[in-house]
């Protein structure tokens, strides 16, 4: 089984709608993070979690929001989606012990589209 | 803004050649240097991390670090078709918020 799923894997939505992204991981992992893909422009962090109670904007935080229910559970919601919104999104963890915290791994993703 | 660059290629080599991959850094201050590997339509697989400077091998992949001239480059000996991807590197700043800022990534071709 994967170590950090993701659902749903594929979104087509319409403008306007609230939409939420989930990921769950079995790794362990404290610290867990929101990127989103698109052509040429790379990875771009949205949010990241070290615990559940600690949660920090990225870049591109607008329009986004959060919620880490649990240690396993870090969830992304797009409050009112806009076409360029459309994306691959990547959930993201890694281990709080030293020397690997810096080592990142990724769930399978979620291609949203907002029509 | 703190950039990591790359060459979005693609860069074609036939099998079994040595690829090399190359990035640039902008924070001076940056102390940890990740390379992905990702398939297309797929998600991004940690291959390597390189800390110092100088060369780390694992099996046909080699990191080299050059924190002086900020370039960070990743070779692939007796390259295969398989190893055709967009390969991101990744650069952990000097920063304290544990962020990892990614360059737009290098798409490789392996020619059979």
């Known amino acids: 089984d994967a170590d950090v799923t993701q659902t749903p894997r594929n979104r087509i939505t319409k403008t306007g709608k609230r939409i939420m992204l989930e990921c769950s991981q079995t790794?362990?992992?404290?610290?867990m993070y929101w990127y989103r893909q698109d052509p040429g422009l790379g990875l771009r962090l949205i949010y990241y979690s070290f615990d559940v109670k600690d949660i920090n904007k990225g870049e591109i935080s607008d329009g986004y929001s959060v919620s880490r229910q649990a240690q396993a559970k870090f969830s992304l919601s797009l409050e009112s989606a806009i076409p360029n919104q459309t994306a691959l999104y990547f959930c993201?963890?890694?281990?709080?012990?030293?020397?690997?915290?810096?080592?990142?791994?990724f769930g399978p993703g979620t291609r949203l589209t907002v029509t | 803004q703190k950039e990591v660059e790359q060459n979005s290629g693609p860069l074609s080599v036939p099998e079994g050649a040595i690829a090399s991959l190359n990035c640039t850094y902008s924070d001076r201050g940056s102390q940890s240097f990740f390379w992905y590997r990702q398939y297309s339509g797929k998600s991004p697989e940690l291959i390597m991390s390189i800390y110092s400077n100088g060369d780390k091998e694992d099996g046909r992949f080699t990191a080299q670090l050059n924190k002086a001239s900020q370039y960070v480059s990743l070779l692939i000996r007796d390259s295969q078709p398989s190893d055709s991807a967009t390969y991101l590197c990744?650069?952990?700043?000097?920063?304290?918020?544990?962020?990892?800022?990614f360059g737009s990534g290098t798409r490789l071709l392996v020619r059979p």
């Open positions: 990744a650069v952990k700043g000097e920063d304290s918020s544990y962020k990892l800022i």
């Open positions: 790794k362990g992992h404290d610290r």
């Open positions: 993201a963890t890694s281990d709080s012990f030293p020397g690997r915290i810096y080592e990142q791994y």
